[in-house]
């Protein structure tokens, strides 16, 4: 008994594919993540409440739970069977992508200054001084330039570091994203693969009843 | 006090925006989102998932997924403090309406994210301007009785315009601005796709069979051939108006002021009824719904008196309606005021089973008066002053419980209606003392209303015609193709529309069809890529519509002279040119009435298909005789009539097999062995043709007196002629000295049925050609049958071959008389065929008739004494 059973669970799991498993089981602990966050979402989106918040705050709010609701939709149509791409809900689908970006946009515009600032050019300024006041040494001269272009380099230099930090920032960014779309890219094509693998002799079969029917006929 | 109350008030809402800030602000939510919706699509799908949900291994989470997502949604529909409505997610995420939640969730939560990113801009832009930013506190209660405001219109299905109060000045312009934003955007809709069918709902019950409709409650004239009207026994004088001139119009009071009655029970329509026996006058309304519905349906009635309005359920009272108020609708001593009634009075009919006497109609009456509009918004704008809001007359009236704004609209279509009644009398009476040669006009709007409501109602029907009035079919420029699809889609749709009862615009609109005609998709993918919008139906039954598709482009023969015609002839000659396509479908709906499924009028269209590609092959295979072309389609053409779905080559088969075996117990049956009798009699007949020269001589000779009937002798032809008459000599000679006695024997079972005589003389000439030098038997005269069907089941190439083998010196003559008689055969019509048939078939009695007097009178020396007279 226990040797038939060990047989045959060693073949259930062999005809599955380890990646579709994986998949499924991955998916079930994050909706089980997902879901207590979601209530409570819903418990506290009350008009009130929604009232009193800050409209990007809002924004956001309508359009995580648009996100949430489509996505869970997905879900639930996947696990028929029916693939979300040869389904309606794929309007819906670009639909919350084409808001996200809009969301996007609001988000980078609210980050944005109200006006641009002045900025004080101080190796002009120090040449203003120089030349107004006659009785400097040329000692003294020096050491205004000296000043100056010190403070301006320790300037440059936060600057520049700040800026290589943003940048390195936005690169990892990019580099994480571009990572994560490749792997969802070979991902599908994995899956792609084999689902024209398996559907060969499907269609075929397919075609195979349709000469049966027509014969027929 | 009251700060006291503020404060604990504030507290928890701070609370709670605090916690959702939190939440949203915190990348858990969003993470997880995203992680949940990149893993999901690992999932494999379609045969895939199918495939691996048989083993417990992949069963088990997918199940508990299901059951998690499920219960989520649920909640999601759930939560109404989020929707300020029901939101109620359904079962099944298989179902249409499951989508359309879906697309209603979104609706609302992105038209909520557009409203607070337009906030968003504009107080951007204050802040750009004044260069610091806008105090909070203010903007919160600015912002918080803002949307408080836009909260109710999302509540109510139909909105419409709501008072503005407010107390500052910016608080007022940002309401303003909100109510006119939602006022342009919230237009009355014409269909709400997730109201329940009022049909399913109240069990309203319709007969859309495709019959005429029955006019239950009318008597029947004396010959029993018509319904007649009660309004037969009246004439048009007696409904004129007297002594019009007394009295006053008084204007009836506001809407606000008059005792309005909704009418949801039928205790209430009993009231109804006993206000209506009381008064002498009453003004109707009705509104309808086309669009969900295959016949139409009537929504609503509102009826008026001088002094109280009422709204009339006509979903919850439909069964009662007509009992109830149809005498009352009769008594011609009752003026009922209608506007535009042409509609109405046949809505009543179809219904209620109302039939209208003594109407006036006030459309028509403006008609008469030559008024500047025809309308009722405008006879209530010019004799009333009231302002109508015209976006309701549209609007789907199917919503339960009617809005407030609806309601104020019903009323008013018949709240002013009898005031409107009187004013119109008035200008008549002044009309016709302005111009007195003329006859009455207020009499002539009472033979226009009673024409009105004499006309009776008819259910529209399907037939063969019924897709050549597809609207834009005309302009299409289809081929015979795309028309068949246009015809099959259309009578799919007609089928569904009546089963389910919806109208055939909302199972599949005319553009959709004639989009798919065009496209002509033939799979289930192509069909659901080429549709952009939604069509319940056509998702639910997408595999029935493929099938109905390809259906018809397999038989699509039938509809090119109707392609030619829409394409040549203008739309009013359609119908005569559509004579014989119209004549060749009423066999196929005489199948449609044996068996009404599609399938097997299709099986049948198949096998009468296959019965003339036999009689084809069978003419080709031949090769002699270019007359007998006519003969064999009036072959064909008979056993189509007699036995559509048997096959030509197979009875005879069977027949021949039979007759050897058993031949005594064969002729001893009735009617169905009368086939297997006449290919008895076709094999004998054919081996005695042979035998002697007479016989062949008096062959050939009918042939040579018939072809001159039907088209002009030429030179090649005359000559091809003689070459045939030596040829058959030969055979016959050589044939008598072997099988004399068998062909006695035969002679005397000779049958001289028409089809039986036909279908002998065709096969016997098969024979010669197959074996010209051969000795005859009755196993080989048998064997030859085989040969002679399986060379007929063969492909037109085999055939020529077959040809050119048999009659090889001959081939320039054959080929010459086959060009000639195939583009005659053509050009004829069949009737012509049915009069060529019917002469061979006197002709061959005839010939045997004479063959079998000369054979008993010379036996022996016959044979020296026909070869000195040929």
Redesign the interface.
Known sequence: MEGGGGSSGGG??G??PE??????????A??????P????????????????????????????????????????????????D?H??KS?IE??NV?RE??QK?VD??KGP??PTTVLNRQAATRFIEHSLPDLTSTQKQSIRDLSKGEKSRIRYSETSARKRKYQSNEKQSVQSAA?DFL?KA??EI?GH??NG??GP?VAAADGSDDVEVGT? | MSDGNMDVDESPVSWKVKSLEKLIDGSSFSSTLSRLSSSSRLIPTSRDFHFYYNFDEFKRPIDEITGTSQSTLATIGDSEQVWGKSMKFPGDVDDVYAEDWLCNVNDELIERFDVSVDEFQRIRKKEKEIGRSVVADDGDDGFQMVYGKKKKPVGNVVTGSAAVNGGGSVIDVKMAERDKNSSGKAKVPFHVPTIKKPQEEYNILVNNANLPFEHVWLERSEDDLRAMHPLEKFSVLDFVDKDVNEMEPVKPLPLEQTPFKFVQEVKDLKELVAKLRSVEEFAVDLEHNQYRSFQGLTCLMQISTRTEDYIVDTFKLRIHIGPYLREIFKDPKKKKVMHGADRDIIWLQRDFGIYVCNLFDTGQASRVLNLERNSLEFLLQHFCGVTANKEYQNADWRIRPLPEEMTRYAREDTHYLLYIYDLIKLELQRMAKDDAHTDSPLLEVYKRSYDVCTQLYEKELLTENSYLHVYGLQAAGFNAAQLAIVAGLCEWRDFIARAEDESTGYVLPNKVLLEIAKEMPDSVGKLRRMLKSKHPYIERNVDSVVSVIRQSMQHYAAFESAALSLKDVSPGNVMDKNIEPISEKKDLHTGDVASPSLKENSSQLESTRDLIMGAANTNEGRGLGSGLFGSAKVSAAVRISKKPSSGLGALLGNAASKKKSRTDEKVKEDVKLEQIRSSVNLSFHSFTEKVPDSKSTSETSPKVYGKPEEMSSTMPASVSKEDGVKELKDDSEEASEIVGTSGRVSESKVSSSEMGDIILLENGDEKKVDAEDEPMSLSELSTNFQKCFKSMNKSKKAQKQTEFLNIEPFDYEAARKEVKFGEGHKGRQGKREAAAGQKKGSTQEQSEFGQGKRRQAFPASGNRSMSFKN
Do not use: W
Not at chain 1, 30 to 35: D, I, S
Not at chain 1, 48 to 57: D, F, T, Y
């Open positions: 259930a799991g005809v599955v990646s579709a498993i994986e998949a499924v089981n991955q998916t079930l994050y909706l089980k993540e997902l879901k966050q979601l209530e409570q979402m819903l418990t506290l989106a009350e008009p009130e409440v929604l009232a009193a918040m800050q409209p990007l705050q809002r924004a956001k709010t309508m359009h995580l739970l648009a996100e949430a609701t489509t996505t869970l939709y997905e879900l639930r149509l996947r696990c028929t069977g029916v693939d979300p040869d309606r809900v819906e639909r919350i808001y809009k969301f609001c515009q609210s109200l006006r994560k969802e991902a599908r899956i084999n689902e398996l559907k499907l006929a």
